[in-house]
């Protein structure tokens, strides 16, 4: 079951992504402080991340373009969202892999997770065979 972490202020946000991806299958943990995201990446790396800009104390664009300098978030899709567009133009320069305007229509939001599910699932595959291949070398 893939594992989706999504951090956002709003509680009733929240709570609406969470029963949106249960009924879908998929797991979702949630977060609406810093400590609280990255107790969570410490339990368990997710399969996919899903921040709002406008987070509490800090601006989610730069922790994308911070974790995406680690090697384990290298392949985890993250998904940048904001209601202020201006703030989601240049979300290619933070290495973040999509972007969700609010208010989403939740038939979209559905089908961009699942396509970078999809995606990560690729790479991932790609890049355990090029370790097997390394080890058999």
Known sequence: MNDILIVDESKELLEIF?????NKNLKCRTAQSLDVLFKEIQKKLPDLLLMDIRFNEADARKICA???T???????????????PNKLIDY????????LEKPFDMMMFLRLISQLLAKSETSELITEKKLIKLKDA
């Open 92 to 99: 290619k320069k933070y290495n973040a892999d999509a972007i």
């Open 18 to 22: 969470s029963l949106m991806l249960k």
């Open 66 to 68: 911070d974790l995406k």
């Open 70 to 84: 680690r090697n384990a978030f290298k392949t985890i899709p993250i998904i940048l969202m904001s209601a202020n």
